[in-house]
């Protein structure tokens, strides 16, 4: 609400129309300790997203980024989920950067299930699981 209420719909026509792509990023700790990683967030400006930024729906923008992902877009939850399951980052720090935890725990769950990273993602590493097996960390 940073522009007068009678200038708001003007604002955000104008906001729809001229974004192309959204993109923010995370340097996370690597499993190892010997450095980061990037955890990256990719919106791109599609018909759908301009309609919900024009029609005062932002809240919506999260799901449309997730069911589109074919498409190059992909939010923070989804690319901790891919982080932790390729092992470059700890349960932990995963977690601790995540937007919604739970959608987190969802995603991760979602994917072992299917059997990416193993049937226990982060086993081989001693790190805490999904399934309360490993060391705890307070989640």
């Not at 522009?3 to 129309?17: G, H, K, T, V, Y």
């Not at 995540?98 to 990273?117: D, K, M, T, Y």
């Given at each position: 609400?940073?522009?007068?209420?009678?200038?708001?719909?003007?604002?955000?026509?104008?906001?729809?129309?001229?974004?192309?792509?959204?993109?923010?990023?995370?340097?996370?700790?690597?499993?190892?300790?010997?450095?980061?990683?990037?955890?990256?967030?990719?919106?791109?400006?599609?018909?759908?997203?301009?309609?919900?930024?024009?029609?005062?729906?932002?809240?919506?923008?999260?799901?449309?980024?997730?069911?589109?992902?074919?498409?190059?877009?992909m939010?923070?939850?989804?690319?901790?989920?891919?982080?932790?399951?390729?092992?470059?980052?700890?349960?932990?720090?995963?977690?601790?950067h995540?937007?919604?935890?739970?959608?987190?725990?969802?995603?991760?769950?979602?994917?072992?299930?299917?059997?990416?990273?193993?049937?226990?993602?982060g086993?081989?590493?001693?790190?805490?699981?999904?399934?309360?097996?490993?060391?705890?960390?307070?989640?």
């Amino acid at each position: 609400d940073v522009f007068p209420s009678e200038q708001q719909d003007q604002i955000r026509a104008q906001l729809a129309n001229s974004l192309q792509c959204i993109m923010s990023q995370q340097l996370l700790p690597v499993t190892d300790g010997g450095g980061r990683v990037a955890a990256h967030e990719v919106m791109l400006n599609i018909p759908a997203i301009r309609n919900l930024i024009r029609e005062k729906k932002e809240f919506q923008i999260h799901s449309v980024m997730m069911t589109h992902s074919k498409l190059g877009m992909m939010t923070m939850d989804q690319c901790l989920r891919d982080r932790y399951l390729d092992r470059q980052i700890t349960l932990e720090t995963a977690m601790a950067h995540a937007g919604n935890v739970g959608n987190l725990q969802r995603l991760i769950s979602h994917a072992a299930s299917e059997g990416r990273g193993g049937s226990r993602p982060g086993a081989d590493r001693g790190g805490p699981m999904l399934d309360g097996s490993g060391p705890s960390i307070g989640v």
